[in-house]
């Protein structure tokens, strides 16, 4: 698997020689006072899915994209194989990364909807601010109920004034006259919103003096895009897909296009990495910023992704690319990380003290190794968990509570009301009685039913086709047991539950003791007072979705 990745490293390194330039031409005058500078590309919805990974792991969904930026930077830098999220949604994934703590220790910011960012730990932008760094974002960092202290609160962090668009890729693009000039155009308005913040002359920043902590967080992967944006922009043929989906998915044609179109938007993300890339090179900081790569959770509105603790919902990608602080670039590591490790790693390189609330583990130990493969034997776990997504999705709206560990060999997932739908309610299921909504409805309205899967093509073929392919809708939306447990090797994909079976009663029993302990150390309200997330203000309904 790592002579596959070798074989693509010179590739990857002359690729970024061609974005090099000229720094001693282009750069502005710096004061380096040692501190690296931290730079956050985070994609809303993006899950595992680059071309770096198909070469790795060849046969499946990464084959189809290309992702030559994201390929470049792990080449040049760490590319990890087992990035999960704390929580595969928005919100709570983002308070646990900020903060650097399971999402479960976050108050109401462990919540999407009627979120508050009220949490012990403060986020580490603040922190980094705090020792003297600039701050900035662009496009999301994170979700509702923000007070005006936190990282994008206030007008002197937001670095959006050329626009917005860039978060509607495929519906902006798709209706220009010329599809690659609206291309180019979106591109160029991620650079002038970040020269912005490069290029700022205010009071906290003279001649572009000091180490700068920035966030890049555009939404263009979250729903919904255009229909055939996939090929038509990116040329990426959904025919490609033919027999690479997951077997809970139907291999049906709007799954795979709807498929091809979300990879599309992966490509444009890739793109405004091109972007980030060529402007730290501008500034002549690209040698001496941490740049992290990621994204929050996996694929919307498509069976076991977003809001599930399978892999599909929860695995991410990540790569780190920081040339002054990795001394053997080109590694792959497969230990597992979690993203809230990247707060104090953060922390850890600027050389302030994490908080003592912190409960992540820098990754340090790792950049700075030489080696490749599993190099920290204590990280072969990771622990991930949900409460509620958005919130009238359930009678009284509550949540769907599930915590679980997933290790080399398996994942045990513990759903502690199974009565309730994992994905919310719909007529006839957990519901008032009536008619199903119909295609166009699913499609386009996520709260039409089932709201916890975003309306999406894939959701609305497997609803409206229940009676032909009732697998395919058990899968998505269907009941769970109280316990899940899954041979990862075995059976990669988590079609076999073998929870309760005598022949892994041992197995069951040790993970079911680790979850419990990570979950009793770490003072998870659900296993300690589990009618915290229960009861108001985490049940109240609020107006905003997203």
């Known amino acids: ?5 070798k074989r693509v490293v010179a590739i990857c390194l002359a690729f970024l020689a061609t974005l090099a330039g000229n720094d001693s031409a282009t750069a502005q005058s710096r004061t380096d006072d040692g501190r690296p500078n931290v730079v956050m590309a985070f994609a809303d919805d993006w899950g595992k899915y680059a071309s770096v990974y198909g070469k790795l792991e060849p046969g499946g969904i990464n084959d189809v994209i290309a992702t030559p930026h994201f390929d470049a930077l792990a080449a040049d830098g760490v590319l990890f194989t087992r990035a999960y999220v704390s929580a595969p949604s928005c919100t709570p994934c983002r308070s646990s990364l900020l903060s650097g703590q399971h999402f479960w220790r976050c108050g109401r910011a462990s919540i999407l909807q009627g979120a508050v960012w009220d949490f012990s730990s403060p986020a580490y932008p603040l922190i980094l601010r705090d020792a003297g760094y600039r701050i900035g974002h662009t496009y999301k960092v994170w979700s509702p109920g923000t007070p005006a202290d936190a990282p ?24 220009a006259d010329n599809p690659a000039a609206g291309k180019a155009a979106l591109l160029d308005e991620v650079r002038q919103n970040l020269r912005s913040f490069l290029d700022a002359d205010n009071d906290e920043v003279v001649d572009g003096e000091g180490p700068f902590c920035y966030w890049f967080g555009p939404t263009n992967c979250h729903r919904k895009w255009i229909a055939g944006s996939g090929k038509r922009l990116w040329g990426i043929d959904p025919n490609q897909l033919k027999g690479k989906l997951p077997p809970y998915l139907p291999d049906v044609e709007i799954v795979r296009e709807d498929f091809a179109d979300y990879l599309g938007e992966a490509q444009a993300f890739d793109a405004s990495l091109g972007v980030i890339i060529e402007e730290l090179r501008r500034v002549g900081q690209l040698e001496n910023t941490i740049l992290v790569v990621s994204g929050d959770h996996g694929i919307p509105g498509v ?19 920081w040339p002054r602080g990795i001394a053997s670039p080109g590694r792959v590591v497969q230990d ?11 922390l850890e390189a600027a050389g302030v003290k994490a908080p003592t609330t912190m409960t992540a583990r820098s990754l340090m130990p790792l950049l700075q190794s030489d080696r490749n493969g599993q190099i920290d034997p204590s990280r072969d776990a990771v622990f991930t968990g949900r409460e509620r997504h958005v919130a009238a999705v359930r009678p009284g709206n509550k949540p769907y509570p599930q915590r679980a560990i997933r290790t080399d060999d398996y994942l045990y997932i ?40 975003d309306a999406s093509p894939t959701k609305a073929w497997v609803v409206t086709h229940r009676q032909e392919d009732p697998q395919s809708f058990q899968f998505a939306v269907g009941r769970r047991p109280r316990l899940e447990l899954y041979d990862i090797r075995d059976d990669p994909h988590c079609m076999n539950n073998l929870a309760d079976r005598e022949s892994h009663a041992e197995v069951q029993q040790q993970l079911h003791e680790r979850l419990m302990q990570e979950l009793t150390e770490t003072g998870d309200p659900r296993v300690s007072d589990d009618v915290m997330f229960e009861r108001s203000p985490f049940t109240d309904a609020f107006r905003r979705r997203r």
Not at 1 to 5: D, I, R, V
Not at 152 to 175: L, Y
Not at 336 to 345: C, E, G, Q
Request: net charge negative; with cysteine.
């Open 1 to 5: 698997m790592l002579t596959n990745f």
């Open 152 to 175: 994008h609160g206030g007008a002197e962090t937001s670095f959006n004034r050329h626009g917005r668009k860039f978060n509607g890729f495929s519906q902006n693009a798709m209706k």
């Open 303 to 321: 069976t076991r992704g977003k809001c599930n603790l399978y892999d599909l919902g929860t695995s991410v990608p990540l790569a780190i690319h």
């Open 336 to 346: 597992f990380v979690s993203l809230p490790d990247l707060a104090p790693t953060f």
């Open 414 to 453: 513990v759903n502690f009301q199974p009565e309730r739908w994992p994905m919310g309610v719909g007529p006839g299921f957990g519901a008032e009685d009536g008619p199903m909504p119909e295609f166009e409805a699913l499609r386009e309205n996520t709260f039409a039913a089932f709201g916890d899967m």
